[in-house]
């Protein structure tokens, strides 16, 4: 099992930033790829970013290129996301996960339990 807790969510304005933090425990962090989804409400979670085990691979949605990036410390079990330049339609639950391997690939299989971003116009 992994353990995932997220942290550094909150209310912004457009045009501001955040950075999330996903603290993961239970296994060995660095064998695993690891992702950011979110949930805006009334609609379906989707894919945010993810990054390979060794941090030399990551992938981005369209709609957050350029703006998020995706890090991880392999030494603190932690990956981040930084989010600049945000809208509102950015605003949503955002989900750390693990996938069940090194590489990105399928569908993440632990998750957690999301931490509220509100970016207001």
């Known amino acids: 099992q992994v353990q995932l807790v997220e942290s550094g969510g909150g209310l912004v304005q457009a045009g501001g930033s955040l950075r999330l933090s996903c603290a993961a425990s239970?296994?060995?962090?660095?064998?695993?790829?690891m992702g950011w989804f979110r949930q805006a409400p009334g609609k379906e979670r989707e894919f945010v970013n993810a990054?390979?085990?060794?941090?030399?691979?990551?992938f981005y949605a369209n709609s957050v290129k350029g703006r998020f990036t995706i890090s991880r410390d392999n030494a603190e079990n932690t990956v981040y996301l930084q989010m600049n330049s945000l809208k509102p339609e950015d605003t949503a639950v955002y989900y750390c996960?693990?996938?069940?391997?090194?590489?990105?690939?399928?569908?993440?299989?632990?998750w957690g339990q999301g931490t509220q971003v509100t970016v207001s116009s």
């Open positions: 239970g296994r060995t962090f660095s064998n695993y790829a």
């Open positions: 990054i390979s085990s060794s941090a030399s691979i990551t």
């Open positions: 996960a693990a996938y069940s391997r090194g590489s990105i690939s399928g569908t993440p299989a632990y």
